[in-house]
């Protein structure tokens, strides 16, 4: 009998700082940096993010939404046995911010290790575990994207500053005798790695080049509104199935007009759209999964839902990933 793996859980945490629009605008205009509510509402969807404090980091939050995923899944730590962290914002170069978060869930012994492909993490690292799952490598995983962008922003640069947050999703992904993960594509054209990056680096004890966020805004939006449609029919031919089938649509919550024009694309109705990116911002590969346990623990997307999760961000990277919960 084939082997499938399904989500049992979902957890997620953000940081308690919630930052509005006007706070942030407030923050900025004393140092002379101008933006408005107004600006970020209507280009972006963004009302407020949370921001870490100085001493949390990435595996901090991962750790509080994978307890609360393992508690959804009625598991414990010592159950696991394949951790996968997305994160862009990892806590050191190395070890990696899975075997941090290892360490404090007191899970020794598994496998663990990070998967960066920035706002794409998430599906990234959930097909991965979907794949070690189905070919007997694992049996039961936490697959989380976890991330504290406000280290890496440019608090002098208005145009990528007010867009991004921090927090962690998880979801807890078991073998299963029918299918919940349905099909998953993942893609990359390292060729456009200057739209979005984060170039700096450490040599010799130093940070070598700038180590904070560098956006072409409008050639990312162009991209990603391509392949997001793209990569989502994809994944439908792959699985058997239609945009009617798709329950819930959960795309990467960057930008509230790209969101919606997917969903328009794929002749589904708004509502059908979960939309978290007006109160946390984007939070990179944390995005869906925040998205997800926020739908589920809300009531919105119940047990046997057909959810088609989408990423798209640096790299350039996209994928996709259809589900029945
Ligand atoms: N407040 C006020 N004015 C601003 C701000 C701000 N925060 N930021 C930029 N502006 C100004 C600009 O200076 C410019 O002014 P000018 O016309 O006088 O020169 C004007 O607003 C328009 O700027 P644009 O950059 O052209 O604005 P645009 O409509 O393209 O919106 C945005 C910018 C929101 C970034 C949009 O391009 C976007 O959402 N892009 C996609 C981002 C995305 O999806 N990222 C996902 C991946 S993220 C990842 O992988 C890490």
């Not at 994978?66 to 070890?95: C, K, Q």
């Not at 509502?271 to 990179?284: A, F, I, P, Y």
Request: aromatic share 4%; glycine share 10%.
């Amino acid at each position: 009998m084939p082997r499938h793996s399904r989500i049992t859980g979902t957890g997620s945490y953000l940081p308690p700082r919630r930052v509005s629009n006007a706070q942030l605008a407030a923050e900025l205009a004393e140092r002379g940096v101008e933006t408005s509510d107004q600006w970020i509402v209507e280009r972006t969807g963004i009302r407020a993010r949370h921001f870490a404090a100085p001493d949390v980091t990435s595996s901090d939050l991962a750790l509080h939404a994978a307890r609360h995923a393992l508690e959804a899944a009625g598991r414990e730590a010592a159950d696991i046995d394949l951790i996968i962290v997305a994160t862009s914002t990892p806590d050191m170069i190395f070890p990696s911010t899975a075997c941090l978060l290892q360490a404090k869930l007191g899970a020794a012994g598994c496998p663990a290790f990070d998967v960066q492909a920035v706002c794409s993490g998430f599906v990234y690292a959930l097909a991965v575990a979907d794949s070690m799952i189905r070919t007997g490598a694992a049996s039961k995983a936490l697959v989380i994207g976890a991330e504290v962008f406000s280290r890496i922003l440019d608090f002098n640069d208005r145009g990528t500053c007010v867009l991004f947050g921090d927090g962690a999703g998880a979801v807890v992904l078991e073998t299963s005798d029918t299918p919940g993960i349905l099909a998953s594509e993942l893609h990359a054209d390292g060729s456009h790695a200057g739209i979005l990056c984060t170039p700096g680096t450490v040599q010799g004890g130093k940070v070598l080049g700038d180590p904070l966020l560098k956006m072409d805004g409008q050639a990312v939006f162009k991209l990603a509104v391509g392949v997001l449609e793209s990569v989502a029919r994809s994944v439908l031919v792959k699985a058997g199935r239609q945009d009617s089938d798709i329950d819930w649509l959960i795309p990467h919550q960057a930008n509230i007009r790209i969101m919606q024009s997917t969903a328009k694309k794929l002749k589904l109705p708004l509502d059908k759209l979960v939309v978290t990116v007006d109160e946390h911002g984007n939070t990179s590969a944390a995005s869906i999964p925040l998205a997800l346990d926020h739908a589920v623990r809300g009531g919105q997307i119940r047990r046997g839902d057909t959810v088609m999760l989408e990423g798209v961000g640096g790299g350039f990277t996209w994928g996709a990933v259809l589900l029945d919960l």
